[in-house]
């Protein structure tokens, strides 16, 4: 039972990424999942979920450049990234979770993440 994200690499400030989760071991479509983000000497950051719906919710520093997706036909979760920018540069990861109120809590194991380097 794992999630891997992957489509990490370095961008250009401006350019764009787009950033897979994908499933193994289990199916996807009973889960919301999170998309989260982690720079060395800071806690991990929840950037976007999506529920098991399809109903999407962002962070407000991400909003209107991170949008979050789901195909379950391919048991996969996206994050498409807009307008990156320096800032961005950090390890990506995602985890299924649930909500509960207006808190989403992770209930997977982390994998390794992806790398995101936004740099000219």
């Known amino acids: 039972v794992q999630l891997q994200a992957s489509g990490g690499g370095l961008v250009q400030p401006g350019g764009s990424l787009r950033l897979s989760c994908a499933a193994s071991?289990?199916?996807?479509?009973?889960?919301?999942i999170g998309w989260f983000r982690q720079v060395p000497g800071k806690q991990r950051e929840l950037l976007a979920s999506i529920t098991s719906a399809g109903v999407a919710k962002y962070a407000d520093s991400v909003k209107g450049r991170f949008t979050i997706s789901r195909d379950d036909a391919k048991n996969t979760v996206y994050l498409q990234i807009n307008s990156l920018k320096p800032e961005d540069t950090a390890v990506y990861y995602c985890?299924?979770?649930?909500?509960?109120?207006?808190?989403?809590?992770?209930?997977?194991?982390w994998g390794q993440g992806t790398q995101v380097t936004v740099s000219s």
């Open positions: 071991g289990f199916t996807l479509d009973s889960y919301a």
């Open positions: 985890n299924k979770g649930y909500y509960r109120g207006i808190y989403f809590y992770t209930s997977g194991s």
